[in-house]
């Protein structure tokens, strides 16, 4: 996989309040398996094959960007994929999960009760009994090997700025990504994940995932949700048409939408002291517009 662009904004607003604000492209990585998607699954690729597994499972809604990326990995990398899906087989005509199968994912379905046993060890030794001999991907791709992916958001994007770095931000599902980039910051600029799902307990589940105190160069934002996961209001969609027309990039509204929305509202509210250099993660998920677009009708052009 290349390592992606970061591209510096040229914008009225930006230049009133004297932001520096870069994007980092990770939704160019790869076409299929892009952003924090790649980042997460390489080294759970690497340990799969270094224990022998040809198979990898893992969980998702049904319109799961993890989903997905994780069918392009099978696809890409010669691992047969298992997505056990939340909710009713009916599903299957939306074009993530149609994608999915037809990149060669076996998807089985189960009601969201049954689904929310997914991190039980009972429920894990029941799949292993059903399946066999699987590599067992956590919903969303968060575990200590994605960290380790994560992390190289930061590594990567300090060698290709020669500029202090004062802020990070990226959009938050399940905490996986901004925790590596906490741990890759090494406490010297801080990081703003931006959550995408209504409710306070991203803090909690990021504080886990880090299991280190001395880190405390980083927040959640909770205020553009949106309503919660897959939400959106008609100023989210203005939002991204009116930034692709500008910039000519596109965002998606699950993640990145919503977090440069509050990027940019930050900004007009003076969060950001002047002066201050921002680096957005762009986390890819560009394939989710179709099924967002199905879903609430051709609002995302």
């Not at 992606?4 to 939704?27: A, G």
């Not at 990504?177 to 799902?197: D, E, Q």
């Amino acid at each position: 996989m290349k390592i992606t662009p970061i591209v510096l904004l040229e914008l009225d607003v930006l230049k009133k309040h004297q932001i520096k604000l870069f994007i980092k492209r990770d939704d160019l990585t790869h076409p299929l398996v892009s952003g924090n998607k790649w980042r997460k699954m390489k080294y759970n690729i690497i340990e799969a094959k270094r224990q022998g597994f040809d198979t990898i499972l893992t969980f998702g809604g049904v319109f799961s960007n993890h989903i997905h990326a994780t069918a392009a990995v099978g696809k890409e990398f010669g691992f047969k994929t298992i997505g056990i899906i939340r909710g009713e087989e009916n599903s299957i005509s939306n074009n993530t999960l149609s994608s999915a199968k037809e990149m060669g994912m076996q998807l089985h379905f189960i009601s969201r009760s049954n689904y929310r046993l997914k991190n039980e060890k009972s429920f894990q030794n029941e799949l292993i009994r059903k399946y066999g001999h699987i590599y067992i991907v956590p919903e969303g791709g968060t575990n200590q090997f994605a960290l380790s992916g994560c992390e190289e958001i930061i590594t990567e994007s300090i060698l290709q700025i020669d500029t202090k770095i004062d802020y990070w931000t990226v959009g938050c599902g399940t905490g996986g990504t901004a925790s590596g980039m906490i741990l890759g910051t090494k406490n010297k600029s801080k990081v703003i994940a931006f959550s995408a799902l209504k409710g306070d307990f991203h803090t909690n589940d990021i504080k886990n995932l880090i299991n280190d105190d001395k880190f405390d160069n980083w927040e959640v934002n909770t205020d553009y949700h949106f309503g919660g996961f897959a939400k959106y209001k008609p100023e989210l969609v203005d939002f991204i048409n009116n930034f692709k027309m500008e910039t000519n990039i596109q965002l998606e509204p699950i993640y990145n939408g919503k977090m440069l929305f509050g990027v940019f509202d930050l900004i007009k509210k003076g969060y950001f002291p002047r002066g201050s250099t921002i680096v957005a993660i762009h986390t890819g998920g560009i394939q989710g517009i179709k099924g967002f677009n199905e879903r609430y009708g051709n609002l995302i052009s």
